[in-house]
């Protein structure tokens, strides 16, 4: 699927009458008809500050956990549930930036058996996400960076 069917079809989701009635409430604006459209959205959040994102999704979280929203979700009525895991977010075929993550694949061909090796550069994130039923939440994210050209995992 490309990119552009995935823009539209993500816009065409947001679309759907409950997601707007909801986003209205959460807005004010009752009176909100439709979302903008993905590549709106898209370009408004490339030109938000990281940090200004970083505050309003913890903003959010504590908002929920201050109107005990997810209450029924604690372990034991006590705790809440956090999984933490490293993802890929990005590959590339050749390094684009001095914080690329590098991979190096070495496969034997069977008929030759000459080695060959292939080089892949990433970028992972390591999140830490609330887990609410079966929803989770994104509380912390944490870009994983190469120090040097010969750092080790």
């Known amino acids: 699927m490309g990119i552009r069917k995935e823009k539209l079809e993500m816009t065409n989701e947001f679309n759907k009458e409950e997601c707007i009635k909801n986003m209205g409430k959460r807005l004010g604006n ?11 959205i898209n370009d ?15 903003d959010m979280i504590k908002e929920l956990l201050k109107k005990r929203c ?27 930036c001095e914080h690329c993550l590098r991979q190096v694949y070495k496969n034997t061909d069977k008929e030759t058996g000459e080695e060959k090796t292939k080089t892949i550069y990433m970028h992972h994130v390591l999140e830490a996400k609330l887990i609410v039923g079966n929803m989770v939440l ?8 190469n120090e040097s050209d010969t ?3």
């Open 70 to 96: 997810f209450d029924s979700y604690r372990i034991n009525g006590k705790y809440w549930g956090i999984a933490i895991d490293g993802t890929g977010i990005f590959t590339f075929d050749k390094k684009h």
């Open 30 to 40: 009752e009176d909100l008809e439709e979302l903008p459209h993905y590549d709106t």
């Open 44 to 58: 408004f959040l490339s030109r938000v500050n990281p940090a200004e994102l970083e505050r309003i999704r913890i």
């Open 151 to 153: 750092a080790f995992k």
């Open 138 to 145: 994104s509380v912390a994210s944490e870009f994983i960076e």
